[in-house]
């Protein structure tokens, strides 16, 4: 059925674009609305002989392609590096507050159940960063994995590509930062740990919530909380510098657990600590609040309050220098309490700065090795 496009922002109930519950089993998102770019909207409709509960459920669809470049640069001055690498578009765990969402709007697909089921494995990543950091004109700086989306998603176990891209950063002796919400990175702590012993790696683990419950259901496919700082653990006894993130916190859901957090991975071993508010541009705004009111309906008036509060009466604001922490009483009592729990705590004294000047270009077949 053809419905005319719906304008940006414009709240939906559950019904149009829903989804049955038994077909979106372990998903985050609710719905699955065309992107912002598409001339028409699809919803499916029931025509009364239960035909659209009886189809199976959503499964997780992977489309192999081949990057022509890999290293994304950016000159955002609101963040700390300069380039980074994602192996994937689209990711498994399916947290419903993902700012990397609407990204599949390019590709003609929904923000929706599509990022979370529908997703791409750049099969060629490796062997296209070898050709990058290979390049006369390439100058080191850390590269950062992750800020998009996750590289130790569930499908890495088929596809391996984070291990493929560390072995060719390993030999390169290129420095890499990680953020992830998955245990799958001690899969390659061999790899980690050397690269650590070099100063040219170090990894964060994004905990939201300690509620097992509320993590379950809005980031269905990552890591419990409880293995997130297993595996904080795992890497500091590994000797790689691991700090937590505390993202996103969300005003009136979880906002209440930031110390509790930062105090449990502290114990754990992190020696350093971010945190983001909750970011909701474009699609995410839609999909996060027919999520809130579906799964915390005592509770959705004030979070959206809350955050209207914190990003200048919107749901989002995009200015650089505000969009990660917000602005208001609200955020900066938020802020505050992070610093004095820090403090309190004795993280971020020593951040770990890694290494550029061991860097060797790769050597490409057929290339001539350099003798300086």
Known sequence: ?????????????????????????????????????????????????????????LSTQVQEIRAKAIIT?????????????????????????????????????????????????????????????????YKPATIAIGTNTDPYQPIDRQYGLMRDILQVLDEANHPVAIVTKSSLVLRDIDILSSMAKRGLAKVALSVTTL?????????????APEKRLET??????AGIPTSVMVAPIMPGLTDMEMERILERASVAGAKEAGYVLLRLPLEIADLFTEWLEANCPDRAAKVLSLMRQSRGGKLYDAKWGERMVGDGPYAWMIGRRFEMAVQRLGLNKDKTRLRTDLFEAPVLPGQQMRLF
């Open 211 to 223: 509620d097992r419950k509320l993590s379950r259901a809005m980031e269905p496919r990552a890591a």
């Open 1 to 57: 059925m053809d419905l005319r496009k719906p304008e940006k922002h414009e709240s939906f109930p559950l019904e149009a674009g829903g989804v049955p519950a038994e077909r979106r089993r372990g998903r985050g998102a609710l719905t699955n609305r065309s992107g912002r770019f598409e001339p028409i909207a699809y919803q499916p409709v029931d025509d009364g002989w239960g035909s659209v509960g009886d189809l199976d459920a």
């Open 73 to 137: 640069r950016n000159e955002s001055p609101d963040i700390g590096f300069d380039r980074s690498i994602n192996p994937y578009r689209g990711c498994e765990h399916g947290c419903v507050y993902c700012f990397a969402r609407p990204t599949h709007a390019f590709m003609g697909l929904s923000p929706g159940l599509d990022f979370e089921t529908r997703l791409f494995a750049k099969v060629n990543a490796a062997e296209q960063l070898k050709r990058e950091l290979a390049h006369p004109k």
């Open 232 to 237: 904080v653990a795992a890497l500091t006894e």
